[in-house]
């Protein structure tokens, strides 16, 4: 949920890579807005 008002788009939030170990402290992958605009404009 987001609360207040955005002044900026950073990124798209696209999951995680989960741990080998099972364990929840994994790392979240995230389309960045540039990586996102050269997508878009081809």
Request: proline share 2%.
């Amino acid at each position: 949920m987001i609360t207040g008002i955005a002044t900026k788009f950073l990124g798209i939030y696209s999951g995680r890579i989960p741990e080998e170990d099972g364990m929840d402290s994994s790392i979240g992958i995230v389309w960045k807005a540039s990586v996102l605009e050269d997508l878009l404009a081809r």
